[in-house]
């Protein structure tokens, strides 16, 4: 069995008070269900990339390896020129919204609560995602999450660029100014891009969770100091950290 969390480094002890929580949605608060990938099947053939084909495995193969980053981002790497770029990710984002609409999301167990928990402690807490707000809104919306924290972020929330870039954890720093110092937010999410994103805006904690994408190799290659079975684990963590 594994251990509800596993420090990455010998400094993970060493963080500082953590005034500012980071949370990443699907995989990490939200589970889809590999929604991304049933969505994607669609925006690959709107670009008339069919199942089955190598270019599709291809680029599937690509999008499972990015999960955590803007889908705009992924779409301008796989089909180049910014028309089709953005062709591509209307139909993701439609698909996606839809599916979402099916009722074919679910909080991650214990979600909820632990974004509860922090609130309850004085903590701030931030909702990110890589999809566009309207898919954002779209799954807040669905599991009734609209007014649960203050703060929702998007990338185009934090000029365009998502996650792996610092932007969307700086732009949270900046919003709720709950925290004096980046070193006082903690930053978790289930890819190792989620992860990335936290090192980079200097964290004082950055936890990847088991739930989603990626797992503990891609969570430490990336700078992780925690590794948790699940987002539910980080309110016990930030406990003995405090």
Known sequence: MTHATTPASTHAEKTTDIRLVVLDMAGTTVADGGLVERAFAVAAAELGVREGTAEHAEHLAYVRATMGESKISVFRHL??????????????????????????????????????????????????????????????????????????????????????FPDMVLEA????KAAEDVRQVAVAGDTSYDVLSGVRAGAGLVAGVRTGAHGDAEFRAAGATHVLDSVAGLPALLAGAR
């Open 79 to 164: 089909f180049g020129d910014e028309a089709r770029a953005r062709r591509a990710n209307a139909a993701f984002e439609k698909a996606y919204g839809e599916l979402v609409d099916g009722g074919l999301i679910a909080p991650v167990p214990g979600a909820r609560e632990t974004v509860e928990a922090l609130l309850a402690s004085g903590r701030g807490v931030v909702l990110t995602t890589g999809f566009a707000r309207v898919t954002q809104d779209a799954i807040l919306a669905a599991l009734g999450w609209a007014d649960l924290v203050p703060l929702t972020l998007c990338p185009a929330d934090a000029g365009g660029r998502g996650r792996p």
């Open 173 to 176: 720093f900046l919003r709720t």
